[in-house]
Every structure is written in structure tokens, then in C-alpha cells.
């Protein structure tokens, strides 16, 4: 049976992103995938993650800088990008900030992103 995601569930994060959760762990109780909408401010970045998921990133406005082994992807509104479980990556953004859709495979869980500290 459909059912409506009323709101989304805002997920704490450091750095002044926001993560919205539709559906996910966190959300919908969902493991095999997860959608949530996010908006980070300029100059925004995380540490280098090497995660267990595959993340389809949708960027709606500025842009996400992705560094990956082999050199760096600027990905500009209305671009997307994938990347793949067992990648070492780490995402920023440039000087105006993003705003995007993150699609995970499955869902996205802090125990399968292994960030570096």
C-alpha cells in the first residue's frame, strides 16, 4: 500500500548542514535505501569517508566538490554524480554553497560511511 512521507526527519550534523530524511534508516525504518534532501553552507566540507552504500548526489543549486583517488569533480546544479561502495571520497562545497538530493544504496547509516577522523 503507498504511503506519504509527511515531513521529513532532520538529522543532526556538524558544519551548519542540514540533512533532511524522507526515507531511510532514520525516517521510514528503511535499510535498503535512503533519500534525503540536504543544503550546506559555503566552504562547507567533511572528512574523507570510505562508505559501504552507493550515493547518487542530485545537486538542485551551487555546487558539491567530490575528491576521489584518482583527482577532484565539481558538480554544478542540474548535474549529478555517483559514486560507488568501497570509494575513498570526500565531499565540500565551493565558495556559494549546495543545495541537493542525496540517494543512498543501500540506506545511508553512520555505521557504513566510515568517515576518517
Not at 535498503?32 to 572528512?47: D, F, Q, R
Not at 558539491?64 to 583527482?71: F, K, L, N
Not at 554524480?81 to 575513498?88: C, D, K, N, S
Amino acid at each position: 500500500m503507498p504511503r506519504v512521507i509527511e515531513a521529513p526527519t532532520r538529522i543532526p550534523v556538524p558544519g551548519g548542514k542540514t540533512i533532511d530524511e524522507y526515507v531511510g534508516r532514520v525516517t521510514t525504518g528503511t535499510t535498503s535505501v535512503s533519500v534525503a534532501h540536504m543544503v550546506a553552507p559555503a566552504g562547507w566540507e567533511e572528512p574523507a569517508q570510505t562508505p559501504e552504500f552507493d550515493e547518487i548526489t542530485v545537486v538542485l543549486r551551487g555546487t558539491v566538490v567530490v575528491e576521489h583517488e584518482g583527482g577532484q569533480l565539481e558538480v554544478h546544479a542540474g548535474q549529478a554524480v555517483i559514486t560507488h561502495a568501497g570509494e575513498r571520497i570526500r565531499y565540500s562545497t565551493s565558495g556559494e554553497g549546495a543545495e541537493y538530493v542525496a540517494v543512498c544504496l543501500p540506506a545511508f547509516g553512520p555505521d557504513l560511511v566510515n568517515r576518517e577522523d
